[in-house]
């Protein structure tokens, strides 16, 4: 049989069926999905390929997705470091964004995170940012898949006046990129403090109409929490609720204060959390009680947070932290294990966004996103549990080839559709622009 792409792996960890290692097995690829995943020594007999791969020294994942982005903040990394979340946001961030905002700075810096994305192993991100049409034509040019949130914020910015505009032109991205293959598009308000009642029972409202997830940062600091208490007389969980909007749609990102009574309800309800274990230890906002979490059921899936608190978008550096955080908040060793961690990082992101139809896994039928990890390194050595090493030792330096949809992004660690000198150049002339209000 004649088909686009044969891969031939020492390893594939399809993650479906799970803790599964396949030794010596290939991937079979044909119009972007995966058609086969057999024995090597049977899929040389069985297929011949246009292309054919041998990543011989090489584990095969699903391609990584990063369930919560500000893409275009790369271009903010480190401007404020060491400050808390308030201070960092009110008198660096949003100063910033005040005096910078505009289509070109999320273009460049969208291709910046997706470049930083690619060669990381990351092949879906999940964004809540400005502009979200341009983050959106960025990732369509460059092939990665994305998960475009349709941002809602009180107040105005360059993008949008009020809460009725936002909603206007957010509508207008949904209905443009419907039949983009590689792009979704969740309501995206910013966070309970952030945006009032009357917007969030019009996003839940239209939500349900058009089968849309709602991502959304909540419980991300005990400030927060205080806040609402002071001005509703609620946690905001609470008040979510009341407004009909934790449900199995609903991606909560940071939770990192929970009493085990909103463990429960959240559970009952289905709804999701993205984990950002980096960015929360890094703005010292708390801890997520992971372990309780997946314990009662919930989704779990993993983020970067933008690149301005993280100081990365390395999913590596996070499925590593996400397993050694979950055993020491939960004085369990056995507490997300490298299989949990990796897990989170493809099928549970998939699952969050409403797209593990179509990733998450290495799947047949699925679209054949794929990572290729070189695990011959000195600093790999020995290989015992190769699941147990993507997590404990490898880097994303190790990452090497990357598709999406079947479409090679990264060949022997060069991007394929985006010029990197190009956009170096573009950064530094950010750089200087951005110092001078820093």
């Known amino acids: 049989m004649h088909i686009d792409t044969l891969i031939h792996a020492r390893w594939i960890i399809p993650v479906e069926p799970s803790a599964v290692c396949y030794d010596y097995h290939s991937l079979a690829i044909h119009n972007g999905r995966i058609i086969d995943l057999l024995p090597t020594a049977e899929a040389e007999q069985k297929y011949q390929a246009n292309t054919v791969e041998r990543c011989l020294q090489h584990a095969l994942i699903p391609g990584l997705i990063n369930s919560h982005t500000h893409a275009a903040m790369t271009l903010m990394r480190g401007v404020a470091d060491d400050l808390p979340l308030m201070e960092w946001l009110q008198q660096h961030i949003w100063p910033l964004e005040q005096r910078w905002m505009n289509a070109a700075y999320v273009k460049d810096g969208t291709d910046l995170a997706i470049a930083e994305m690619l060669r990381g192993g990351t092949t879906c991100f999940n964004d809540m940012y400005f502009f979200p049409e341009v983050v959106a034509q960025q990732a369509i040019q460059h092939g990665i898949r994305a998960s475009v949130g349709l941002i809602m914020i009180d107040f105005p910015t360059v993008w949008a006046d009020n809460s009725d505009m936002y909603l206007e032109k957010g509508l207008a991205?949904?209905?443009?990129?419907?039949?983009?293959?590689?792009?979704?598009?969740p309501f995206a308000p910013h966070a309970p403090y952030t945006v009032s009642d009357a917007p969030l029972q019009r996003i839940h409202t239209l939500a349900n109409e058009l089968e849309l997830p709602v991502h959304m940062h909540v419980h991300e600091t005990l400030h927060e929490i205080n806040q609402q208490l002071q001005q509703t007389g609620q946690r905001p969980l609470q008040r979510l609720q009341k407004l009909g909007l934790i449900n199995p749609a609903f991606i909560a990102v940071h939770m990192t204060q929970l009493k085990d009574s909103e463990i429960k309800q959240f559970a009952d309800a289905g709804a999701h959390i993205v984990h950002c274990p980096e960015s929360n230890l890094k703005l010292a906002s708390g801890?997520?009680?992971?372990?309780?979490?997946?314990?009662?059921?919930?989704?779990?899936?993993?983020?970067?947070?933008?690149?301005?608190?993280?100081?990365?978008?390395?999913?590596?550096?996070?499925?590593?932290?996400?397993?050694?955080?979950?055993?020491?908040?939960?004085?369990?060793?056995?507490?997300?294990?490298?299989?949990?961690?990796?897990?989170?990082?493809?099928?549970?992101?998939?699952?969050?966004?409403?797209?593990?139809?179509?990733?998450?896994?290495?799947?047949?039928g699925k679209a054949a996103d794929v990572v290729a990890i070189n695990l011959d390194t000195l600093e790999a050595q020995p290989i015992y549990d190769p699941i147990s090493h993507l997590v404990y030792v490898a880097s994303r330096q190790q990452v090497t080839d990357v598709w999406v949809a079947g479409k090679q992004l990264l060949k022997q660690r060069q991007l394929t559709t985006l010029n990197v000198d190009d956009l170096k150049q573009k950064v530094l002339l950010w750089q200087e622009r951005l110092k001078g209000v820093a």
């Open 173 to 185: 991205l949904h209905a443009e990129m419907r039949h983009q293959s590689l792009i979704t598009t």
């Open 287 to 364: 801890f997520c009680p992971v372990a309780k979490c997946l314990a009662a059921g919930i989704n779990v899936a993993l983020g970067t947070d933008g690149a301005a608190s993280n100081n990365d978008l390395d999913m590596f550096g996070e499925m590593r932290m996400a397993a050694l955080l979950g055993k020491g908040v939960s004085d369990d060793a056995s507490a997300v294990p490298a299989m949990t961690a990796l897990t989170m990082a493809t099928l549970n992101g998939a699952k969050a966004l409403g797209i593990d139809h179509e990733t998450g896994s290495l799947r047949v």
